[in-house]
């Protein structure tokens, strides 16, 4: 499977569920900072999604660790991880994003830069 059919896979379960109905109604009424409003919360859950994985890791779970919960619920930082993941496909969805394109043109640029570019240590 290519990235723009797991897209579409999460975008649809959350378009299924009702998660889009605030996008859309924005688009309906063609208000522009309401789209902008919904994007940027969307976004924000993905940040939400990675405070999440980095707190499995301040709890002690080891970066490979998966557990679960009473329910079944796969937990620990690859869960975390999953979800960061299917939140970006989602809003990659949402917006109409050909996501394999745009991830096939950052890491040909990617590979134009230099060793650790930036100077940064991590």
Known sequence: MNLNSYRDLCGRAAEDNGWHNGYRDALTFDSMRAVTD???AKTALIGCEVAEAIEELRDG???TETYYSVTN??????SELADVIIRALDLAYM???DIDQI???KLGFNATRGRMHGG???
């Open 120 to 122: 940064k240590k991590i």
């Open 73 to 78: 619920k796969p937990e620990g930082y690859p």
């Open 103 to 105: 991830v096939e043109e």
């Open 38 to 40: 919904h994007v940027v």
């Open 61 to 63: 779970h080891a970066p």
């Open 95 to 97: 917006l109409d994003i």
